[in-house]
């Protein structure tokens, strides 16, 4: 089993940069592909990021590709996101989610466990 705890967030302005974090523990921490989505209101969870565990494998969709990052370290296991050239679309709550499938999915369904989630709110 694992457990997920998000810090971050929060409410910037169109074009600014924040960042997210995913406190991961339990079962094997290295050995977990770390996941982001987002779920805005009334929409279905969307894919934005994954990491896989060695940390060097990455997957974003085109909707963030260039503007987010993702990156983890495993001696503080930690992972975090880096939103830069934020838009009011990636308004949302944001997750973190884990899978030891080793697969880095880009549908949220595809991953076991779940953060509580984050608000990260984009005004024009």
């Known amino acids: 089993h694992v457990q997920l705890v998000l810090s971050g967030g929060g409410a910037v302005q169109s074009g600014c940069s924040l960042s997210v974090s995913c406190a991961v523990s339990?079962?094997?921490?290295?050995?977990?592909?770390i996941g982001w989505c987002l779920q805005a209101p009334g929409k279905e969870r969307e894919f934005v990021a994954a990491?896989?565990?060695?940390?060097?494998?990455?997957v974003y969709p085109d909707s963030v590709k260039g503007r987010f990052a993702i990156s983890r370290d495993n001696a503080k296991n930690m992972v975090h996101l880096q939103m830069n050239s934020l838009k009011p679309e990636d308004t949302a709550i944001y997750y973190c989610?884990?899978?030891?499938?080793?697969?880095?999915?880009?549908?949220?369904?595809?991953?076991?466990?779940w953060g509580q989630g984050t608000q990260v709110t984009v005004s024009s």
């Open positions: 990491i896989g565990w060695r940390g060097g494998n990455t």
């Open positions: 989610a884990a899978d030891y499938s080793g697969l880095l999915w880009t549908k949220p369904t595809a991953y076991d466990y």
């Open positions: 339990g079962r094997t921490v290295s050995r977990t592909v």
